[in-house]
């Protein structure tokens, strides 16, 4: 069946590293990719997506990486700040369903 | 531009009560999905509808949910009746294009606690 999952269910970073957070899916059909950050209290906010027929986008400060080869996406947010700290969801769309499914999360910790 | 708008944020509700929750989507929004957050959990898709048809209904338990959208805008997702493992946060979202293949916009949810 269709899934996605997350390989680090929480993730602590000194402030000014760079974090990286992975997540793995399942269905080889899906063609869209989405990393959301959801603070506490709050609905989820979009951070950047790609597209299957893309392997690398940049955004400001936050770089997603597409590997179709082995069903794997990652985040990677440079010099990681406070207001960075929350949790990070991945989610894919497209597919058989046209659906728009999400993985479990990552928490994000950004100690000072 | 406004974003996604629900209501109530919050309902406490005691368990084989009803409940509603409605969503009115960014304006132009072909496509709405209904999600449920469980604490701790990322959002599992309960609908998702095209305009006014629904496209994946296959997680909604439909024996006691149900949901619609009036006119292809707002919607509203009902519980008849409620459980104690119904207390989650419902979230709206809507997107401008379709197939899950654009960004969705969420809107701040609204948290259900069945006692």
């Known amino acids: 069946g269709e899934s996605v999952g997350l390989h680090l269910p929480t993730l602590s970073v000194q402030e000014g590293d760079n974090s990286i957070i992975n997540c793995a899916y399942s269905n080889s059909a899906s063609d869209y990719f989405i990393w959301y950050k959801q603070e506490s209290g709050k609905g989820p906010q979009f951070i950047i997506d790609i597209r299957s027929n893309m392997d690398k986008r940049q955004g400001q400060r936050v770089t997603v990486l597409l590997n179709k080869t082995v069903k794997h996406l990652s985040l990677q947010i440079a010099a990681t700040q406070p207001g960075d700290s929350a949790v990070y969801f991945c989610a894919e769309g497209g597919g058989s369903q046209g659906n728009l499914i999400f993985g479990k999360g990552t928490k994000l910790s950004v100690k000072p | 531009e406004a974003g996604v708008a629900q209501s109530p944020r919050y309902k406490i509700i005691e368990k084989r009560q009803s409940v509603a929750f409605w969503c009115n989507p960014i304006s132009g929004h072909a496509t709405l999905y209904w999600y449920q957050q469980i604490l701790g959990q990322g959002p599992k898709l309960l609908i998702q509808?095209?305009?006014?048809?629904?496209?994946?209904d296959s997680q909604l338990p439909k024996d006691r949910f149900s949901a619609e959208r009036l006119k292809g805008v707002d919607s509203t997702l009902k519980i008849q009746p409620a459980k104690l493992e119904d207390s989650a946060v419902y979230l709206c979202a809507s997107s401008a294009g379709s197939q899950g293949r654009t960004e969705a916009f969420f809107g701040q949810g609204t948290r259900l606690t069945v006692v």
């Open positions: 509808f095209q305009n006014n048809g629904v496209v994946d």
